[in-house]
């Protein structure tokens, strides 16, 4: 059995609408040639799922991903072959089309999608993922799938972030919307949009934190950061005032995966107000230890 594995890439466009990354190969398919499918290839002796897709997808496009979560096992259109589909987040890289492998590359809208013509198998993919969303995104911030985070162990070198300052009282952001809408102005503005939601809480005291927003380049007019390390990450739910007992129970969890918590970053995966159309207040711990 032939195996292969694909990643499903995101980002957001300013109006609210969710773009996937999809490729068409060069390749003589016959009559599936150009069609489009999430980039990714065939796994080579002794590849993991992982590691054939950060390969292939680097090879392709330039970009350096980090798989998040395996979110199918399909049959493919190829006799004799398996599709395994996993989550992707950019973490580096720059997007650059490998023209000797692929025909066309690009991000597109589900209406989009519908006008393109795609591999069958990708059509029934999309088609069966988008009927298990429901969650229907505000426009603010988007539904946070927990499990991308939760006990995972992640490398940073040099990540660039836009930074500012919050003010809060008793850990509660305050005039935390306003810092966001300014540094997400000029992040679109610069084109530096991130393709996936990430913003970093440094809890410095009761009254105030830093704030680090993840983008995909230096934005101009604003404070730029970079933090390099290795974080364990763990995911909490409950409202704002249990800040510190989550504080608690990570370092207890960090200890007990035999590392030393050398720094806490909080990330606030939504608003107050998308945190109550959803249901759900969910907060990612990234403990440094290296």
């Known amino acids: 059995m032939i195996r292969v594995v694909v990643g499903l890439i995101t980002r957001q466009r300013s ?11 060069k390749d003589d398919f016959g009559e599936f040639t150009g069609c489009f499918y999430p980039p990714g290839g065939h796994l080579e002796n002794g590849e993991d799922e992982k590691t054939a897709l950060v390969r292939e997808i680097e090879e392709e496009l330039g970009l350096k991903v980090l798989p998040l979560n395996k979110l199918a096992e399909t049959a493919s259109d190829v006799k004799d072959q398996v599709t395994h589909w996993w989550s992707c987040e950019i973490i580096g890289g720059e997007f650059k089309i490998n023209e000797d492998e692929l025909a066309a590359a690009g991000f597109f809208t589900r209406a989009e999608m519908e006008k393109l ?11 069966h993922f988008m009927t298990q969303q429901t969650i229907q995104p505000t426009g603010c911030c988007e539904p946070f799938n927990p499990e991308q985070w939760q006990d995972k162990e992640i490398v940073w070198q040099d990540k660039i972030f836009v930074k500012d300052h919050v003010t809060s009282f008793l850990h509660i952001p305050l005039n935390f919307g306003k810092k966001v809408v300014k540094n997400m102005t000029l992040i679109e503005k610069a084109g530096a949009k991130s393709s996936h939601q990430l913003m970093l809480t440094d809890e410095k005291s009761l009254w105030g934190a830093d704030i680090y927003i993840d983008v995909a380049k230096e934005v101009s007019g604003a404070r730029m950061a970079t933090i390099s390390g290795k974080f364990l990450t763990k995911v909490f739910e409950g409202p704002y005032q249990n800040a510190g007992k989550w504080a608690v129970e990570m370092a207890e969890y960090v200890k007990s995966q035999g590392k030393e918590m050398k720094k806490l970053y909080f990330s606030y995966t939504t608003c107050p107000k998308c945190a109550k159309v959803y249901g759900k207040n969910y907060v990612v711990l990234f403990a440094q230890v290296e």
């Open 15 to 25: 109006t609210g609408e969710t773009e996937y990354l999809l490729v068409s190969s």
């Open 117 to 127: 013509p795609l591999w069958p198998a990708t059509k029934k993919f999309f088609e």
